[in-house]
Protein backbone atom coordinates (compact mmCIF):
# COMPACT_ATOMS: atom_id res chain seq x y z
CA UNK A 1 0.00 0.00 0.00
CA UNK A 2 1.11 3.51 -0.89
CA UNK A 3 1.79 6.17 1.58
CA UNK A 4 -0.92 9.11 0.69
CA UNK A 5 -1.77 12.08 2.66
CA UNK A 6 -4.02 14.67 0.83
CA UNK A 7 -4.21 15.72 -2.43
CA UNK A 8 -1.89 18.43 -4.60
CA UNK A 9 -0.78 20.11 -0.70
CA UNK A 10 2.68 19.12 -0.85
CA UNK A 11 5.57 21.98 -0.90
CA UNK A 12 8.22 20.06 -2.97
CA UNK A 13 9.17 21.04 -5.91
CA UNK A 14 12.32 20.61 -8.64
CA UNK A 15 14.26 22.86 -10.77
CA UNK A 16 15.18 20.68 -13.09
CA UNK A 17 17.64 23.03 -15.03
CA UNK A 18 19.61 23.28 -11.34
CA UNK A 19 19.46 19.16 -11.41
CA UNK A 20 22.79 17.32 -12.76
CA UNK A 21 21.30 13.50 -11.99
CA UNK A 22 23.73 13.06 -8.98
CA UNK A 23 20.35 10.36 -7.43
CA UNK A 24 20.56 11.70 -4.26
CA UNK A 25 17.10 12.33 -3.96
CA UNK A 26 15.99 8.44 -4.78
CA UNK A 27 18.89 7.47 -2.77
CA UNK A 28 17.29 9.73 0.75
CA UNK A 29 13.60 9.30 0.22
CA UNK A 30 11.82 7.66 1.91
CA UNK A 31 8.73 7.11 -0.79
CA UNK A 32 10.08 6.92 -3.22
CA UNK A 33 8.78 10.35 -4.65
CA UNK A 34 11.75 10.82 -7.08
CA UNK A 35 13.07 8.89 -10.74
CA UNK A 36 15.80 9.05 -12.91
CA UNK A 37 14.48 10.37 -15.92
CA UNK A 38 17.19 10.54 -19.18
CA UNK A 39 19.59 11.75 -16.72
CA UNK A 40 17.51 14.12 -14.64
CA UNK A 41 15.53 13.61 -11.45
CA UNK A 42 11.88 14.31 -11.75
CA UNK A 43 8.64 13.85 -9.14
CA UNK A 44 7.55 10.89 -9.62
CA UNK A 45 4.71 10.63 -6.94
CA UNK A 46 4.41 13.95 -5.62
CA UNK A 47 1.08 13.26 -3.22
CA UNK A 48 3.79 10.59 -1.46
CA UNK A 49 6.05 13.28 -0.22
CA UNK A 50 5.84 13.69 3.53
CA UNK A 51 7.58 16.59 3.70
CA UNK A 52 10.84 15.19 5.67
CA UNK A 53 13.10 17.38 3.77
CA UNK A 54 15.72 14.84 2.85
CA UNK A 55 15.88 15.42 -0.44
CA UNK A 56 16.21 19.05 -0.04
CA UNK A 57 19.28 18.75 2.70
CA UNK A 58 20.76 16.28 0.18
CA UNK A 59 20.74 17.84 -2.96
CA UNK A 60 23.97 19.17 -3.70
CA UNK A 61 22.67 21.96 -6.42
CA UNK A 62 19.83 23.20 -4.32
CA UNK A 63 17.71 21.76 -7.06
CA UNK A 64 14.84 20.91 -4.43
CA UNK A 65 12.53 22.65 -2.30
CA UNK A 66 10.52 21.60 0.81
CA UNK A 67 8.97 23.50 3.45
CA UNK A 68 9.61 21.06 5.85
CA UNK A 69 7.64 20.08 8.84
CA UNK A 70 4.42 22.31 7.06
CA UNK A 71 1.37 21.05 5.88
CA UNK A 72 -0.58 18.15 6.15
CA UNK A 73 2.59 16.16 6.47
CA UNK A 74 3.29 17.42 9.36
CA UNK A 75 -0.48 17.42 10.81
CA UNK A 76 -0.77 13.67 9.96
CA UNK A 77 2.23 12.90 12.04
CA UNK A 78 1.23 15.19 14.79
CA UNK A 79 -1.85 13.09 14.84
CA UNK A 80 -0.15 9.94 15.01
CA UNK A 81 1.67 10.96 17.25
CA UNK A 82 -1.08 12.30 19.58
CA UNK A 83 -4.12 9.97 18.39
CA UNK A 84 -6.11 13.15 18.09
CA UNK A 85 -7.79 13.89 14.45
CA UNK A 86 -5.53 15.33 11.81
CA UNK A 87 -5.40 19.23 11.59
CA UNK A 88 -3.77 21.59 9.56
CA UNK A 89 -4.87 24.79 11.96
CA UNK A 90 -5.68 26.35 8.31
CA UNK A 91 -8.95 28.70 8.91
CA UNK A 92 -10.29 29.96 5.12
CA UNK A 93 -8.74 33.68 5.96
CA UNK A 94 -5.43 31.99 5.16
CA UNK A 95 -5.84 30.01 1.62
CA UNK A 96 -3.28 31.00 -0.02
CA UNK A 97 -0.86 30.46 2.87
CA UNK A 98 1.07 27.19 1.41
CA UNK A 99 1.62 25.58 4.68
CA UNK A 100 -2.43 24.97 4.74
CA UNK A 101 -4.61 21.83 3.42
Do not use: W
Given at each position: MKNRYFK???SLK???SRCVGCRSCL?????RVFELFE???RIRDKDACMECGACAMNCPTDAITVKTGVGC???ILKSIFTGAEP???CDNSHE???SCC
Amino acid sequence: MKNRYFKNVVSLKLDKSRCVGCRSCLEVCPHRVFELFEGQSRIRDKDACMECGACAMNCPTDAITVKTGVGCASAILKSIFTGAEPSCECDNSHESDSSCC
